[in-house]
Nanobody
Framework: DVQLVESGGGSVQAGGSLRLSCRVT????????MGWFRQGQGKEREGVAT???????TYSDSVKGRFTVSRDNAMDTLYLQMDNLKPEDTAMYYC????????????????????WGQGTQVTVS
């Protein structure tokens, strides 16, 4: 089975930074489009940042310039560096593996297509 496990969430003050990690087991991520999504309390899940197999990245407008997505295929791990965090970034953050999609397509995923982790909470005060 493919499993995704997120880590690195926590509580931070506005202006601070966090780095999320997502370790994938059961399948190599080499050829997979990967992404970070988030869901705030009472809100719909939204795409945050995606990166496809050739390294092309896409970001939501709300995080562009502050967040950086990257991948280490040798470690089957996805990262999200979050800088200059704002209270509105508070949410549960989910990692996803989205086979066959481009980074742009993946950012707009609204279903449970692909494989998803259980999430890691980020709280910005």
């Amino acid at each position: 089975d493919v499993q995704l496990v997120e880590s690195g969430g926590g509580s931070v003050q506005a202006g601070g930074s966090l780095r999320l990690s997502c370790r994938v087991t059961g399948e190599s991520i080499n050829w997979l489009c990967m992404g970070w999504f988030r869901q705030g309390q009472g809100k719909e899940r939204e795409g945050v940042a995606t990166i496809d197999s050739d390294g092309t990245t896409t970001y939501s407008d709300s995080v562009k310039g502050r967040f950086t997505v990257s991948r280490d295929n040798a470690m089957d791990t996805l990262y999200l560096q979050m800088d200059n965090l704002k209270p509105e970034d508070t949410a549960m953050y989910y990692c996803a593996a989205l086979p066959g999609l481009s980074a742009f397509q993946a950012l707009g995923v609204r279903t449970n297509f692909g494989h998803w982790g259980q999430g890691t909470q980020v709280t910005v005060s």
